[in-house]
């Protein structure tokens, strides 16, 4: 079954520094991997996806991730990071059969003035 | 939130109530999803539809139920039988069966049990 990790339940930068949020994956074949921002009350919304090709995805609002396969990850990370970046963050992965995603627990991302 | 619209934005209910939550789309998307997400914690999947007519339950669909006769709605009703309902409603869709797609988000439901 496919299972995603996020092992940070908080991560707190300063403005301007680079962020990291982490996210591992185990899955049966091969991997569709997406990254998702929530706020306050709000849905989610997409960030940017790795479906195939090169490990190094870019998305919206300057976020990128790192697809890894040998060490199933797929890290996303921003140069540097805004206060307005503070929000919560998911992971997920989809089911290998198209029909639903499984998602992380979400990492709360704090960036500090 | 892209063209998938939730109505309420907040809803109460009494306890032994039935309440129906909207979701309707308008992005020709054949696959619509209802989540419930719990202070803190992350998504579950509550039931899922493929197609028009056709929907299969997620992994905490009890005590709710849903219909999807429109390719553009997919409303879900909390009964009775849910014995804590109170959470914040997400529904998504996309486009169809193909793992490469992703899923586009409302902006949620809150209900909260008097």
């Known amino acids: 079954a496919q299972s995603v990790a996020q092992p940070e339940d908080q991560v707190n930068v300063a403005e301007g520094n680079p962020l990291t949020v982490k996210c591992t994956y185990s899955?049966?074949?091969?991997?569709?991997l997406f990254w998702y921002v929530q706020y306050p009350n709000r849905g989610l919304q997409f960030l940017l996806k790795y479906i195939t090709g090169d490990n190094l995805v870019k998305g919206s609002y300057g976020f990128e991730a790192e697809f890894n396969k040998s060490q199933t990850s797929f890290h996303l990370k921003k140069p540097s990071a805004l206060v307005s970046d503070s929000a919560l963050y998911f992971c997920?992965?989809?089911?290998?059969?198209?029909?639903?995603?499984?998602f992380g627990p979400g990492t709360r991302l704090s960036v500090l003035p | 939130d892209g063209g998938i619209t939730q109505s309420p934005k907040y809803l109460f209910r009494k306890e032994g109530q039935n309440v129906t939550l909207s979701c309707e789309q308008n992005l020709n998307h054949d696959a619509m999803y209802w989540y419930r997400q719990d202070p803190g914690q992350g998504l579950r999947l509550i039931y899922y539809s493929q197609i028009v007519n056709d929907f299969q339950k997620g992994d905490i669909a009890e005590g709710y139920s849903v219909s999807r006769e429109k390719k553009e709605s997919f409303p879900l009703t909390v009964t009775s039988a849910q014995k804590n309902p109170t959470a914040f409603y997400l529904c998504?869709?996309?486009?169809?069966?193909?793992?490469?797609?992703?899923?586009?988000f409302g902006p949620g439901t809150r209900l909260t049990v008097l």
């Open positions: 998504a869709s996309k486009w169809s069966a193909s793992g490469r797609n992703e899923q586009f």
């Open positions: 899955v049966s074949g091969n991997p569709y």
């Open positions: 997920a992965v989809d089911d290998n059969y198209g029909q639903n995603f499984v």
